[in-house]
């Protein structure tokens, strides 16, 4: 039998005694540093933001404002009639007076707005300023195809739009239509949205005749009767495009004509005080509008010619319908547009080569710009 001797017990009782001081000497350590850390003051920096984010909020508002305020200015209203009568509760006051909108584009009286609003080349209409003054305007250019009208006043130190670059835009960028729709009531009625579309290309049903616009801007931007005309602009109050089509049977889906088209005929306005027109006399569609035409035609790229004017240079010459416009003065084109825009940048007389793709065999045919009356 085993008898645990006085040594070993007492060797046991100072290994327990000592096991016990060790854990009060750590619990009392603990309690201390838990109540030091009770004492030590927490200092915690509260930011108020929500203050910050409502004066951004109402700074980009006011912003917004003025850049609205200061681009209504420059809009105007355009009659074909000179009357007092033109209510909303008239019928057909549209119809009638031929109500729509306009944008000045220089201090000296250059105003853009639609041909069905302004009227042909040569025709007279009436031109109401923001301050309420009226002016007779005369149009001095005017396109069917792309539905713009330039008008002239007789005037000078006028408000004026800043032109964008309508081939830097972007989908879902912001943008405001300004116009007078329905009638004076409601001129310079102001719509948000955004830019819905790019390039579009719809057809424009005339009676029985049937005309194509391309290279549209597509917007949800509201666009009602009496808007036609009116400017498209950008956040920066710039102006990228004149509305002009609104689809009657959808919601949120208006068209503008982008702006980059006439830059070259401004340009030569106000530095000649005219334009003379140089012309190719043809019809042409691009990629978009071939299916429309025939289902059988595939173009990647360049100018299907539909027509050729009898009035035109090119009229018994090389060029046949069907043949594909590919170059112009060895510049690539892949819109109507693009051949308008820089044949608007020609005078009369001036020569132009043009390089044709007719199946697979490409030719050169150089021609002598004629001049549209």
């Not at 006011?62 to 850049?67: A, F, G, H, V």
């Not at 009436?126 to 330039?150: K, R």
């Not at 503008?256 to 569609?285: C, H, R, S, T, W």
């Not at 001036?350 to 021609?367: C, P, Q, W």
């Amino acid at each position: 039998m085993y008898y645990e001797s006085k040594s070993d017990r007492k060797k046991g009782q100072i290994i327990i005694i000592a096991f016990m001081i060790t854990i009060v000497a750590l619990l009392g350590v603990l309690i201390i540093k838990l109540d030091s850390n009770k004492n030590v003051e927490t200092t915690t920096t509260n930011y108020d933001v929500s203050k910050l984010s409502t004066n951004i909020e109402e700074n980009v508002e006011k912003d917004t404002s003025e850049m609205i305020n200061s681009v209504v200015k420059s809009v105007v209203g355009i009659s074909k009639l000179q009357t007092n009568g033109n209510s909303i509760f008239l019928n057909s006051s549209e119809e009638k007076l031929g109500l729509g909108s306009g944008i000045i584009l220089s201090d000296n009286g250059y105003i853009l707005t639609n041909q069905h609003v302004a009227g042909n080349k040569y025709s007279n209409c009436y031109i109401t300023l923001e301050s309420g003054i009226t002016y007779n305007g005369s149009v001095v250019w005017s396109d069917n195809n792309l539905d713009l009208a330039i008008v002239k006043i007789t005037a000078s130190n006028l408000d004026y739009i800043e032109l964008a670059d309508s081939d830097n835009i972007n989908l879902a960028d912001e943008v405001y239509a300004i116009g007078n729709p329905i009638g004076i009531e409601f001129q310079r009625t102001v719509t948000k949205g955004i830019i819905s579309g790019i390039d579009r290309t719809i057809k424009i049903e005339e009676g029985e005749q049937g005309n194509y616009m391309e290279d549209l801007i597509q917007t949800d931007a509201t666009i009602n009767e009496g808007n036609s005309g009116g400017p498209l602009i950008n956040t920066n109050g710039e102006l990228i495009g004149i509305n002009t089509v609104k689809i009657s049977d959808a919601e949120g889906i208006g068209f503008a004509v982008p702006i980059n088209i006439i830059k070259p005929i401004l340009e030569k306005l106000i530095q000649n005080g005219k334009f003379d027109e140089a012309y190719l006399g043809i019809y042409g569609y691009d990629k978009e509008v071939i299916p429309y035409l025939d289902s059988n035609l595939n173009i990647q790229s360049g100018v299907y010619v539909a027509t050729i004017l009898a009035d035109g240079p090119l009229f018994n010459k090389e060029l046949k319908v069907g043949d594909i416009i590919t170059k112009i003065d060895n510049i690539e084109i892949s819109k109507m547009n693009d051949l308008k825009k820089y044949i608007y940048t020609k005078s009369p007389g001036e020569k132009v080569n043009l390089t044709i793709k007719r199946g697979e065999r490409e030719t050169n045919l150089e021609v002598d710009l004629g001049y549209k009356m």
